[in-house]
């Protein structure tokens, strides 16, 4: 098995946070990276609103506690 050379620190800071509008719904666990790769923009949006809420929800509980 092949392995690659791991990537810079601040390069996947930098492409998770171009990407946030994927990734929200995944980390606060609304969606799957791959219901999140087959969503419309629509559908991202919604995800994206629903994550919102559900932190919101939370009132500030860490995610890893759910």
Same mark, same amino acid.
């Given at each position: 098995?092949?392995?690659? *050379? @791991?990537?810079?620190?601040?390069e996947i800071i930098n492409e998770v946070n171009e990407n946030d509008a994927?990734?929200? @719904? !995944?980390?606060?666990? !609304?969606?799957? %990276? /791959?219901?999140?790769? %087959?969503?419309?923009? *629509? /559908? !991202?949006?919604?995800?994206? $609103?629903?994550?919102? %809420? *559900? +932190? #919101? +929800?939370?009132?500030? !509980?860490?995610? $890893?506690? #759910?």
């Amino acid at each position: 098995m092949a392995y690659s *050379k @791991p990537a810079n620190q601040a390069e996947i800071i930098n492409e998770v946070n171009e990407n946030d509008a994927f990734w929200f @719904p !995944v980390i606060a666990g !609304v969606a799957t %990276r /791959e219901e999140m790769e %087959r969503a419309t923009m *629509k /559908e !991202v949006q919604i995800l994206n $609103e629903i994550a919102s %809420r *559900k +932190l #919101e +929800l939370m009132g500030g !509980v860490e995610i $890893e506690n #759910e």
